[in-house]
């Protein structure tokens, strides 16, 4: 099946800093690279997304960036604020398995005022 | 469009007990994964159903675990005799039929605490 590895398990960054949090996956037919944001007692929610057919995709303060040849992608936050404090996580879908989505172990980012 | 509803939020059980989660997909959407997650652990893969069919149910413990989508009303996630480690959040994702992205809607999550 798909593993999903990710790095760190938590990161604290002072407001204003830019936060990078890594992923690695195993099955290389995945070609579909979530990221989703839990917030204390919440469900899951979607930030950010990418594809096989692109390398990097911005979306405000967020850009992920996906290197298909080295099965690894990553996250990056610019100007954290407060509310970004959360537990992150990456995933990849197992294409033999109906892609059923593997998740990373997360990340709790922590931004300081 | 209403997102994916659990129910209950929230349930307490004492050991031994039964356990039942449900879940609606969102509407369109006739796949449903069932995730469990663990105080401060991440999201593990428990069972993968289209309407009246279990696709995947590699993630579910062997025993006291069930669950099934009927053709008719929501998925339900049952859990038998329960013990003080099956205390966890249960989350319910959707995706749409014939799209097949990998692209998931969860729940806000039914959590069970067993005392």
């Known amino acids: 099946g798909e593993n999903v590895e990710q790095h760190p398990s938590t990161l604290s960054v002072q407001e204003g800093d830019s936060a990078v949090i890594k992923c690695t996956y195993s099955d290389s037919a995945s070609n579909y690279f979530p990221w989703y944001k839990q917030e204390l007692g919440k469900r899951p929610q979607l930030i950010i997304d990418i594809r096989s057919n692109v390398g990097e995709k911005k979306d405000q303060r967020i850009a992920v960036t996906l290197n298909k040849t080295a099965k690894h992608f990553s996250l990056h936050i610019t100007e954290t604020q407060p509310e970004d404090s959360a537990v992150y996580f990456c995933?990849?879908?197992?294409?033999?398995?109906?892609?059923?989505?593997?998740f990373g172990g997360g990340t709790r980012v922590l931004v300081k005022p | 469009n209403a997102g994916v509803m659990q129910n209950p939020r929230h349930l307490v059980r004492r050991r031994g007990q039964e356990a039942r989660l449900r879940c609606s997909p969102m509407k369109g959407h006739s796949h449903v994964y069932w995730y469990r997650q663990l105080p401060e652990e991440g999201l593990k893969f428990m069972v993968y159903?289209?309407?009246?069919?279990?696709?995947?149910e590699s993630g579910m413990p062997k025993e006291r675990f069930s669950a099934e989508f009927p053709k008719e009303g929501p998925s339900i996630l049952r859990i038998q005799q329960v013990v003080r480690g099956d205390s966890a959040a249960y989350f319910c994702?959707?995706?749409?039929?014939?799209?097949?992205?990998?692209?998931?809607?969860f729940g806000e999550g039914s959590r069970l605490t067993v005392l």
């Open positions: 159903l289209q309407k009246e069919n279990i696709i995947d």
């Open positions: 995933a990849a879908p197992y294409k033999a398995a109906g892609n059923k989505l593997t």
């Open positions: 994702a959707s995706s749409p039929a014939g799209r097949n992205t990998g692209e998931l809607f």
